[in-house]
């Protein structure tokens, strides 16, 4: 079984930055695309950004310029710096991850969300 962990969230003001992290721990052989989703009150989860272990990374058009992810696969942990934030961002951020686990098998798995705010 394998857990995604978030963390990093929290109330910041328009302008401000945050940095999310995600890890994977348990059976990982080896982990794929890692990824970042939102999802705001009474709003589809949409994608915001991410990054396959090749380091090519897209974004949503929303967050391009604002936002950065990044990843260390040595620590099966993926990043998402965001600056200039906005209150349009506040949502509750969740990082999904796809992986071979040791047989073999390609698995998906989501982790728990962390609520990002923030104020105007």
């Known amino acids: 079984q394998v857990q995604l962990v978030e963390s990093g969230g929290g109330l910041v003001q328009a302008g401000g930055s945050l940095r999310l992290s995600c890890t994977a721990s348990?059976?990982?052989?080896?982990?794929?695309?890692m990824n970042w989703y939102r999802q705001a009150a009474g709003k589809q989860r949409e994608l915001v950004a991410k990054?396959?272990?090749?380091?090519?990374?897209n974004y949503a058009d929303s967050v391009k310029g604002r936002f950065t992810i990044s990843r260390e696969n040595a620590k099966n942990t993926v990043y998402l710096q965001m600056n200039s934030l906005k209150p349009e961002d506040t949502a509750v951020y969740y990082c999904y991850a796809d992986m071979w686990d040791p047989a073999l098998v390609l698995r998906r798995y989501w982790g728990q969300g962390t609520q990002v705010t923030v104020s105007s």
């Open positions: 990054i396959n272990n090749s380091n090519s990374s």
């Open positions: 348990g059976s990982i052989f080896r982990i794929n695309t």
